[in-house]
């Protein structure tokens, strides 16, 4: 049988053409894009690629397969980023974070001229924030009185945990897993979020997808947003 997110890492990887700068998302899903890229510039099929990892785990993935890496500072435009999501509603709005790479996600996301997102069926939701909790990336100073106040907004936040304490970021911050209330407008929800002081960025995606891969054990489809 083969691997959904395999097919739908692999699918995106039609989008790529030689000479462009590629945002490399984070997780298991855009491991595969990845690897598919990795090969691809070493059998010769694609050439002049340079790649903005999104995580210490991405950046290693494309030393290794002999990526050549760059930096936002000097190439602040994106032609197409591939990354994964936890969570993906009809409009392609999406939940990101599960890996706690979101807020160098989020930055690539923004910078990126088109963003397409690689995921398998369990990603589709009706709603976001139906499987999935929200991650809320905070500073460690006073993460409490972030807790506190996402209390307030009924978020019900909880400290993701590591192996030991708290879990780490990438930039060394904590992460609060957090419910959307029921009933919250999501963009409201993630400007009152990003308004608490100390907290540095949260997982809601909106309006950056441009298109969705979708892989199942038969291949892959898009979604139309
Ligand atoms: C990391 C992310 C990932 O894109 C998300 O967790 C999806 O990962 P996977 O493809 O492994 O299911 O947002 O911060």
Not at 72 to 77: I, T
């Amino acid at each position: 049988m083969m691997n959904p997110k395999e097919l739908a890492g692999k699918r995106a990887v039609a989008f790529v053409e030689s000479g462009m700068v590629l945002g490399l998302g984070s997780g298991s899903t855009a491991y595969y894009a990845i690897r598919e890229i990795g090969r691809l510039l070493k059998d010769g099929a694609l050439r002049d690629i340079v790649g903005i990892p999104t995580s210490r785990e991405t950046e290693r993935l494309a030393r290794e397969l002999g990526i050549p890496l760059t930096t936002l500072q000097e190439h602040p435009c994106i032609a197409l980023t591939i990354d994964g999501a936890d969570e993906v509603d009809p409009q392609g709005n999406l939940i990101k974070g599960g890996g706690g790479a979101l807020l160098h996600e989020k930055i690539v996301a923004r910078a990126s001229e088109r963003e397409i997102i690689v995921v398998d069926e369990s990603k589709l939701v009706p709603f976001l924030g139906s499987h999935f909790l929200l991650p809320v990336e905070v500073i460690p100073f006073g993460w409490n009185i972030c807790a506190r106040e996402l209390e307030r907004l009924g978020c019900q936040p909880t400290l993701r945990r590591g192996v030991q304490g708290p879990y780490i970021t990438d930039e060394e911050n904590y992460i609060l897993d957090c419910i959307i209330p029921p009933a919250a407008e999501l963009a409201p929800l993630e400007k009152e979020i990003n308004n608490i002081p100390g907290v540095v960025e949260n997982g809601l995606f909106l309006g950056y997808t441009s298109l969705v891969i979708v892989g199942s054990p038969e291949g892959t489809r898009t979604l139309s947003l």
